[in-house]
T-cell receptor
Framework: KAGVTQTPRYLIKTRGQQVTLSCSPISGHRSVSWYQQTPGQGLQFLFEYFSETQRNKGNFPGRFSGRQFSNSRSEMNVSTLELGDSALYLC??????????????FGPGTRLTVL | DAKTTQPTSMDCAEGRAANLPCNHSTISGNEYVYWYRQIHSQGPQYIIHGLKNNETNEMASLIITEDRKSSTLILPHATLRDTAVYYCIVRVVWDQGGKLIFGQGTELSVKP
């Protein structure tokens, strides 16, 4: 079974631009979560989508948004990029949302650099 | 904020057991203990979870104290490939959905 895939793997943008990152979950998984990882703040939860609905949201500004499609694929968008948005963005999928057997499987991440 | 406290770093000799402690003194009755690890430049990987009983799977064992205020992840025969950052997380599995709150974790170095 293929794992979680994220595209692109690396991205370079300049301040003020916007960016869209994509995540394809494991086949059959309906929940997708996004995380940001930086050296200073560590791994931080951005949001979770389940059946095309945002179920949970972390403490990030409105510039960070996401969506989920009917095939469970998800995208996240960051508008008006700032230097501090440079990070590894990780996507994780699970079969459902919550529950004991819904361990999350992470993708390899997208490395975003903002210049 | 993370509800767990872990040592910043630990060393372990290859082939020996690695015992990674985690303190979660404010854990509530409906919170589970989860462990994930992150090998350099990869996404985190689920290892094991438990509520109050000791748990074992093909990767590791989880020992939770009777008062549930602390736990230990045991890698019985550490290899160089176990070098990673290990995260101990407590969560209410039914209410918080997929949200995981990561702390700083323990950087485990397995040395030959």
């Amino acid at each position: 079974k293929a794992g979680v895939t994220q595209t692109p793997r690396y991205l370079i943008k300049t301040r003020g631009q916007q960016v869209t990152l994509s995540c394809s979950p494991i086949s059959g998984h309906r929940s997708v979560s996004w995380y940001q990882q930086t050296p200073g703040q560590g791994l931080q939860f951005l949001f979770e989508y389940f059946s095309e609905t945002q179920r949970n949201k972390g403490n990030f500004p409105g510039r960070f948004s996401g969506r989920q499609f009917s095939n469970s694929r998800s995208e996240m968008n960051v508008s008006t990029l700032e230097l501090g948005d440079s990070a590894l963005y990780l996507c994780a999928s699970s079969y459902g949302t919550g529950g004991l057997r819904n361990e999350q499987f992470f993708g390899p991440g997208t490395r975003l650099t903002v210049l | 904020d993370a509800k767990t406290t872990q040592p910043t770093s630990m060393d372990c000799a290859e082939g020996r057991a690695a015992n990674l402690p985690c303190n979660h003194s404010t854990i509530s009755g409906n919170e589970y203990v989860y462990w994930y690890r992150q090998i350099h430049s990869q996404g985190p990987q689920y290892i094991i979870h438990g509520l109050k009983n000791n748990e074992t799977n093909e990767m590791a064992s989880l020992i939770i104290t009777e008062d549930r205020k602390s736990s230990t992840l045991i890698l019985p025969h550490a290899t160089l490939r176990d070098t990673a950052v290990y995260y101990c997380i407590v969560r209410v599995v039914w209410d918080q959905g997929g949200k995981l709150i990561f702390g700083q974790g323990t950087e485990l170095s397995v040395k030959p």
